[in-house]
């Protein structure tokens, strides 16, 4: 009714349609009277959700690949996202809506921490979108492919470990002129690898290996690859192996004998120097500048040791055509201000018996000089060697101790010991006894004592007596003990042929007899005990005739008694079987001569006589032999026994006109061998090595050491060794060898005369069958003894280090010299080496009584426990054994670094407009120090500020911002920490949602942040 306009606002609150809530919707509209109104009122769903938000990495560094989905409704969409360096890009709204999935491709062309959030935009112009995520964007640059260590033969590379989900391998490819290899590692969280077979540098010297570290995923496409690095490796190092000094204590005067082997692959050795303490003359100086020896040089010498007591050292000095040009290396020993111990044998018994302990008696004859303790250690020649304590206290007192059931006493100046030993075999041996003094310096060493001995066989006791008797009854006692060898067996003939009595092993005991026959001579009847002993099958009989008295006792037959022959008068026949002698050992198919001796025990030749041997074997064989008046004849068979057993021999004599047969029967036991292997081969002697120092000097003693091989397969006794020089000295050895062994001689020789000589080592053995190795030569040149320099002693006193080692990095190293002698030492070189191939040497005078110091530049390039060794050279110095000193250095690995935001503080009311103090705490989680360091703090309102920061190792700091928010509502605040050294980036942003109220006037902040919209990526 009223004829003005009105003004009308319809508000529609949100409502289900379709199963989906409405956005509420306001609307003004104006109404004039009389004028109908139709009014439409567009209502809108809310905004679908965002769905299947994903961020990938896409291959080969094209970029990052960001998608999502939203169904129910058509919408339009959009992106934003941080690069790395904090610039905000905001992709354009899509010029048309539409429902389902979408993607979009972020140019990766710097790798570093990239924050993206995906847009939607409804029909009503009502938006939603996600949170920031952040994603890290992985490119090859990011890996640091670095070279850590070379050798000549292998590198070692790292990088800083990709690390993400979809991660499938690494793969290291390697080019070179001399072909291409590929590595894989499927250990994401690896970060070092040893490439290993690698040429050294001389072979290629002017092409490098190239190396490339490709990440690839689980399908195996390259996600990203590394930049190309090279590697150089180094030319093969000359090295010295086995480089050792003997023995480590000496006496004054003594041979210090110094043995190395130089190991130099493709390089060219030109010289080999040994010297004694700093001369500078050598005293070993070998090989020509024209000698390879790729197989590498055995270096061995001896030099007398110095008279002056203390430390002193051997240098081995090896110079070469190829790095490291020259190489050293120096080993200590010590001169005592004790003697080595002198021995000699002092009672030797002449007989020496198998399987019978022996004793034998040595003297050391400068105990008080040489040494507190002594101890001894002999190889008596049989295989068995023997070590013990001599005198367990210090030999100054008069008297007999008893350490260990060895008799020790002192006569004198010498101090006596005895040892007693069993052989098990007889045959020659050689007796080898060296003397250990301990005193308070350390350990001496004598000189070998090489005793000669012969092993014989003590034969068994053997008693055979008549006990007691009663006419033809008789007792006897028996017995057989082992002396060398055990009693193999044992048998009594009783003479009479009615079977004797045998048994095994040792016997004592009465045995009876019962005589029912005549006595064969007038001597009665012969009782014999015959005893055979192992191992050598010998054979011992004792004898003893006895003469029943009973009734069946008849004439003796060597009685003398007529008979008519053809009508003359003679003598009656009596002949008897005496014994069988047989060699100890038997062989199996060789002739074996058997001796059989018959007497004639009548006063009247014999004529045709048959004499029979036969064996168990099947031997037979009969001799007719001619015995005169008395006479004893020994008749020889020869019997090649056919059977390897015990077997019996019989002899057994056939003449008609004897009247006594029961003595023309005998009877031996004997055992049949095989014959061994080796008996028949021939005999070959040899002296396999000679050595003695190349260079000696007059009037100094020197070992010449030789190894005397027996190449055949018998034991070989009594060979003499001969030793001879040009000047006339003459030495002699004699030694025992089994089959195939060989035995070190040695010979003492002090040269007296100048010059070059030759010396000789032979050996002397008549059944040797080959002389052509039974010798061998050496040139030894023998020079003048250098005079004595004036002293000055200077000395290393120590070696510093200054803070901790880390690899790769400068460190310095301090060298303290003492100059404690009275004169100007001028121009003293100190050397500095590590193991890692470094390398220095300066120069400098050093005043007198005066302490210095002078320090090197060392940036090490190995990890782990390494020997850093200085060395003071100054030929003039009369006390070297101070002229080196080592310290060993614990040398790190580049630490790795962790960097790490671990809070964000602000107040809990945040007013609009209002400044806002923020801060935010970093950790340094490595033990380095951090000077370059950036941390960001942005919010969404367009705020952004940097901090370059400092952080001592494991520190912790708080650094402060001032925000004034100028947007209200929910708001995200991101801290981000920046550094090219952590090797962890995945703690280095921290995001903190809060909440901006209105400011305290009522005011309103609706201010957007600021966003540039370049060409929108391409959909998928």
Partial sequence: GQDSERTFTIEIPSIVVDNKNTLPVTKTISIFPGVENNIEIICYWELPQIENFSITQLPQEKGILVSFDVQGQAVKRALSYYTPDGTLIGLPWSATSSVGGWSYTIPGKAGGFYRIKAKIQGPSG?????????????????????????TANSAKINWVPYGKADFGKYRIELTHPSGSRTFEITDKNTSQYTITGLQPADFYSTQPYTCTLYVLNNNGEEICHSDSIEIRTLPPEVEIQQFMVTPSLVGQGDKVNVSAKIICPGAFTRKVYLYLDKETTPFYNTYGSQDTHPQGIDISASVDAPTKSGKHFIRLVVENDIYPGRKEDERVFTVSSYEKPRIEKDEIPIDIFANKPTEF???????TQSGEKFEYNIDWGDGKIEKDIIQAQTVKTKGISLVKEKQVEEKGQALNFKLTHTYSQAKNYNINLIVNSFNKEGTLVSEPLVISIEVKIKPPIIELSQKSSSGNQYEFSIKAKQESYPIKSWQIDFGDGLGPQSGTGEVEKTVSHTYLGEAPTKDGFRVSFNVITEVDNQNYTKEIYVRPTGEIIKPFADEVETAKITGQEQQAVDLSLEKIQVNNEVVLGEKTPVIVQVKNNANIQIKSCSLTLQTDDGFRETKEITLGPNGLVSEEFLWEPKNKERQNIKASLSYQQDVNRKNNLAVVTVEVKEKEVSEGKPIDLEVFELKAPQEVVVGQSISVNSIIRNNSEVEVE?????????????????????????EKVIFNWTPTKEGKQKITVEIEYKEDKNSDNNSKT????????????????LSLERLETKGEILLNEKTELTVWIRNKSKSLAEKCAILLETEDGFQDKKVLDINPNKLERISFSWTPRKEGRQKVTSYLEYPQDADPKNNKITEIVEVKGKKEVDLSITDVRLRRIIIAGEPLDIEVSIKNDSGIEIREA???????????????IFLKPNAQERIGFTWTPHREGRQRITATLECREDQNPRNNSLSQEVEVRAGRGGERFPREPEERFPREPEER
Wanted: avoid cysteine.
């Fill in 126 to 150: 009502a938006t939603r979108e996600t949170d920031f995520v952040s994603f890290f964007y992985f490119t090859g640059k990011l890996l640091k492919l670095s070279v850590m260590l070379t």
């Fill in 361 to 367: 008696s040595f003297l050391i004859l400068n105990p």
């Fill in 934 to 948: 950036l941390i960001i703090l942005e919010t969404e309102d367009g705020f952004r500020e940097k901090r370059n």
């Fill in 718 to 742: 009594k060979i003499l060794v001969n030793f001879k020089t040009e000047e006339g000295f003459r030495d002699q050895r004699s030694i025992f060898l089994k089959p195939s062994a060989e």
């Fill in 778 to 793: 050496q040139f030894v040149e023998v020079k003048r003894k250098q005079e004595e320099r004036p002293e000055i002693d």
